[in-house]
């Protein structure tokens, strides 16, 4: 069974995609999962984290990123699709020598402009697809290939990110413990039932929140963390995963596509790489409850 995620936050630069690169290196390298990651971001940051900016410029030259997969779908005319999966998946990415089963679907600065030409694509049949069915579509082939499809959304709800939501089982989103990081966590909430419910028959779970770049000893963190509790008791804020992501150069190092062989040495000896195992494993638990 896959379990597919995505990872949201309306707030930019809160850890979405170091949540997402360092979960999947850490659920493929050490837990021995099959991991697949989607980059539906037009930063295409988690891209170049795990395949570097060389690989990625060749591929994007060629068409193979999701990008084309989108674009395609703006042609309606008969034009024959050129959105090529095999292409476009990456297998054995990750900088890291003992990750192995780790692949990629990666993004484009081009996702941009397609984001804007999408969401002004009229609902009918003359489109064959619903702009927000094309991912799931397009990847129904190799998602059971997969222990966990980890999928890095930008840093909004347009329908790029919704391409991502509509196949997940579930969500989580990473925040900074801090006010304008966490305002908008119960609209999300909100937004992601809405959205499911319209899929008629599809829940998408709010597996938990994480908390990220934290600082012990700050009051601004602590007196966040307080208000997080208490809005996860009345259900506006998904549980809060126990383990943290330490503020830490290591962690912000890792961004850097550098080779490693360990694990360890990609995300820090500081003990930053073991709450982020710690992490790993406690999202692994809830993930395998649901299914
Ligand atoms: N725990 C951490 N300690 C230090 N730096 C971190 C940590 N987590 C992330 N960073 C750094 O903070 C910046 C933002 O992180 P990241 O890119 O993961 O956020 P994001 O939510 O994906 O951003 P965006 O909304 O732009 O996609 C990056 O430079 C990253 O390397
Ligand atoms: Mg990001």
New binding site residues.
């Given amino acids: 069974m896959t379990y597919v995620i995505s ?1 949201i ?1 309306l ?11 360092a979960l999947a290196e850490i659920l493929a390298g050490d837990l021995g999962k099959r991991v697949l990651v989607i980059d539906l ?1 037009p ?1 295409t ?2 891209t170049t984290m795990l395949l570097g900016e060389k690989a990625w410029a060749t591929a994007n030259a060629q068409g193979f990123t999701l990008a084309t997969l989108f674009k395609d779908s703006l042609r309606p005319d008969g034009d024959p699709p050129k959105f090529n999966l095999k292409s476009t998946l990456h297998q054995g990415v990750s900088p890291v020598k003992a990750v192995k089963k780790l692949d990629l679907l990666p993004s484009s600065l081009d996702l941009i402009d397609v984001q804007d030409r999408l969401a002004a694509v009229p609902a009918g049949n003359y489109y064959t697809d619903r702009p927000v069915d094309l991912l799931h579509k397009a990847t129904r082939k190799i998602v059971p290939d997969y222990d966990y499809v980890l999928i ?4 909004n709800l347009g329908i790029i990110t919704l391409n991502g939501l509509r196949m997940s089982q579930g969500y989580v989103i ?1 925040t900074k413990p801090d006010v304008l990081s966490t305002y908008g966590i119960p609209q999300i909430m909100t937004r992601v039932k809405g959205f499911a419910e319209g899929l008629a028959d599809e829940e998408i779970v709010p597996l938990g929140t994480v908390i ?3 600082r012990t000893n700050t009051t601004v963190h602590d007196t966040t963390l307080r208000a997080l509790r208490s809005d996860v008791k009345s259900g506006k804020v998904p549980p809060l995963f126990a383990s943290k ?11 850097e596509f550098a080779a490693a062989s360990t694990l360890r040495q990609r995300w820090g000896y500081q003990g ?1 790489f073991d709450q982020l195992k710690a992490l790993a494993i406690e999202f692994d638990e809830r993930a395998q409850a649901q299914l």
């Fill in positions: 990872m936050n707030k930019g630069g809160v850890g979405k995609t170091t949540t997402t690169v971001d930063q940051n988690a890095d959304c930008p840093p990473p990220n770049m934290y992501i330490p503020q830490g150069d290591a962690v912000a190092g890792a961004a930053h």
